[in-house]
């Protein structure tokens, strides 16, 4: 049996077309067999981009804002994400090569042009210069805890100073464990939003003292 977490899928493709509305526009997503929520936006990914969606309006979006969408599945967030803030350079990745093939086909879908979308594991596809105004997951938990670090520390490590960091999970899938790690890594972990057992946390890399 394969995982959405599997590098090449081995199970046969079965396409399925899934509708979404979010920010007061219709979407319509291609997914497939061995790829996250295959059926639907899962509950805690619309949860994590109404929240974000929320923040960053909150504080003022800026032209050429770069956005990570990290494990980018069938390229949900990345592709609402560039429809609501056109202006923003937004890059998708995913180990899953099938799902990245989806995500593709789904920005074309849905009219948009991301930067770039991306096979590789955590970060490893992302250039060792390229620096995030905003990384955005829903972490692979059933790849384990090492894996779902990795997404973090890769991320604190690609982040421009002032940038922030949206995690969503679930308490029983390991939430406090994050909040401790994010903390570790960031000096600081919010919950800004929480439903339906899930909860949507920001970190913000501070600006060094020099």
């Known amino acids: 049996m394969s995982h959405y977490f599997e590098a ?5 493709s079965d396409r399925k077309v899934v509708s979404y509305r979010c920010a007061g ?3 319509e997503f291609i997914t497939d067999t061995s790829v996250f929520s295959r059926g639907d936006v899962d509950k805690g990914t619309d949860l994590l981009i109404n929240t974000v969606i929320d923040d960053i309006k909150k504080r003022g979006a800026s032209k050429g804002e770069a ?5 980018c599945g069938w390229g949900v967030v990345g592709v609402v994400m560039q429809s609501v803030f056109m202006s923003f350079d937004v890059t998708m990745t995913d180990i899953n090569t099938r799902a990245v093939e989806l995500s593709k086909e789904n920005a074309e879908l849905n009219r948009v042009r991301p930067k770039k979308i991306v096979s590789g594991n955590a970060l ?14 829903n972490p692979p938990v059933r790849a384990g805890k090492d894996v779902v670090f990795s ?3 890769g991320a604190f490590a690609h982040m421009k ?4 960091i949206y995690v969503v999970l679930q308490r029983k899938q390991g939430a406090p464990s994050t909040e401790k790690k994010l903390r570790e890594l960031f000096g600081n972990c919010e919950t800004l939003s ?14 060094e003292i020099t």
């Not at 090449?8 to 046969?12: D, E, H, L, S």
């Not at 956005?67 to 494990?71: F, I, R």
């Not at 100073?161 to 922030?164: K, P, Q, R, V, Y």
């Open 161 to 164: 100073e002032g940038g922030a």
């Open 67 to 71: 956005l990570l969408d990290l494990g």
């Open 194 to 207: 929480i439903s339906g057992g899930y909860r949507v946390m920001r970190s913000i890399k501070e600006k």
């Open 8 to 12: 090449v899928p081995g199970t046969p």
């Open 124 to 137: 490893d596809a992302i250039g060792e210069d390229e620096r995030f105004d905003t990384v955005m997951t």
């Open 25 to 27: 526009m219709n979407f």
């Open 151 to 153: 997404f973090y520390e």
